[in-house]
């Protein structure tokens, strides 16, 4: 277990992989784009001409990549993990992806005697370089334990919600959570500082009581800033609101606050801001008031 | 300043005023129900038998109650505050009540020499125990300083943010955070139990990363153990929302999330748990499901 294969160097599994380099695993690392790819090798990791290629050389193998379809691509496509995957092998999928398709994905996977958790993560690219995420976790007991080290490279608060799929389930709670939550950190900021009071004032005050929250001490700042580089991009997150909107559907569960946040994150894609930081929120707001949060 | 006034004992109010005496100020009480006054006493407070009586013997009054027509009634009022208070006096309003009502009020206490300074706090009866509010002082920084160490008695974080009026406008931004961020959490918690994964596990795991909060940890708990009692109440809130929704129509901004919020709370009400804490909002989005969130 002290060799893994690392699939996905974006904006969080750049630093995830790199944790690992440092906790002293022997990493192998599979990426579309080469710059990423070339950092980690500087850094001690070795790349794999294909996922089959790195399948073949590793009994561990973690993504994280946007969404299912590529998932999907990297297990099943051409020269895809399943045609090099020694059996036995974990499967460890750190994506956010709907936990339908997870479910689909592992009975496909086991079917080559290959075993899956589902491990989405929560805390964006500031936990994932400080190796602090919360990271969510399905499938088996005994698969958790066995990748259990390799989690606490990446990760502070890690927790077997349950069996597969319920990893991303959590997850999608987790991203409910965030929609309200920052949609109330926007109004408040349009109305404290179209009123006048000194923003930074107001951030220092209400950051401390009951209205605290990541999002209110980590996203505020930034927007003031006028800062919309992603943490975490708005084509990801609304990817997240929709599964969680469907799954709401199949469930029968009505969210109103998560439906109307989605709604306006349409209004930050018509501004072409889908690559940027979750914080764009702010635009669609300051658009119906016709007004820019200022310091 | 070593003697302090102190009007409206009540969630907040009684364990402030405990604060002051452990602080080891001398502190003249007047409460509407007697209890309270009782309970003050027996830990060293001495009572008044109007607010007028209060005001004769003190410099400084504070006062921390439901709405702007109580804060007047105990100002303006038959043996009101206004009646006996000595000039150069300041007026703390540590109550959250409008913007505009403060300023008028204000500029009435100011024609009798009387200063005054609106300090609202957020933290809820647990802040308030435990010394820890957030205390947001709008008016002059000259009063703002004589006040300090009163303040440090009762609160950790406490920022002067502006004029008269900054203070109750920041704590409106404050309660809109609240808003958004406890809708985010109730929905979370209706998509998480009734999917069947545990509720506690999507708790721990989501509470540590980005979607993590103050309403998150302190509510969501008490949810999930269907304890509604107030640590701040539904008829509280839905008071600073439409005053945060006021202010708003003034200033043209539109607070789609708030707004919202607002709406199901009205149907919290339908339930006549309007005396009850915040986190019965989970009641409406429950009944708009057909579903009650179990452990």
Same mark, same amino acid.
């Given at each position: ?58 009994? /561990?193998? %973690? ?10 691509? &990297? $297990?099943?496509? @051409?020269? *895809? !993990? ?93 991203? /409910?959570? %965030? ?10 900021? &349009? $109305?404290?500082? @179209?009123? *006048? !009071? ?98």
């Amino acid at each position: 277990m002290h060799k893994i294969g690392f699939i996905g160097l974006g904006l969080m599994g750049k630093p995830m992989a790199i944790n690992l380099i440092k906790a002293g695993y022997s990493v192998i690392v599979y990426n579309r784009s080469k710059p990423a790819i070339d950092e980690l090798i500087s850094m001690g990791a070795s790349s794999a001409k294909s996922p089959k290629d790195l399948a073949q050389q590793v009994n /561990v193998i %973690i993504s994280i990549l946007p969404d299912a379809p590529d998932t999907k691509k &990297v $297990l099943f496509g @051409k020269n *895809g !993990v399943i045609e090099g995957i020694n059996p036995n092998s974990i499967f460890v999928d750190m994506s956010t992806i709907s936990p339908i398709q997870t479910k689909l994905i592992g009975n496909k996977l086991l079917e080559k005697h290959v075993l899956m958790l589902d491990a989405p993560v929560s805390g964006g690219d500031i936990g994932a370089k400080a190796g602090t995420l919360a990271i969510m976790v399905g499938g088996k007991k005994e698969d958790f334990k066995k990748c259990l080290p390799i989690f606490s490279a990446m990760g502070k608060t890690i927790i077997h919600v349950g069996n597969s799929g319920s990893g991303q389930l959590t997850k999608l709670c987790n991203q /409910v959570v %965030i929609a309200g939550t920052l949609s109330g950190v926007c109004e408040a900021l &349009v $109305l404290g500082s @179209k009123s *006048g !009071v000194n923003i930074e004032k107001i951030l220092e005050v209400i950051s401390s009581g009951a209205a605290s929250s990541w999002q209110l001490s980590n996203l505020a700042p930034k927007i003031i800033d006028r800062d919309f580089e992603p943490g975490f991009k708005v084509s990801h997150l609304m990817k997240d609101l929709k599964y969680a909107l469907e799954t709401g559907e199949e469930l029968n569960i009505a969210m109103p606050t998560t439906s109307l946040v989605n709604q306006l994150y349409n209004s930050v894609l018509a501004e072409k801001m889908g690559e940027k930081g979750i914080q764009s929120l702010i635009v669609s707001l300051e658009k119906l008031s016709k007004f820019t949060v200022k310091k």
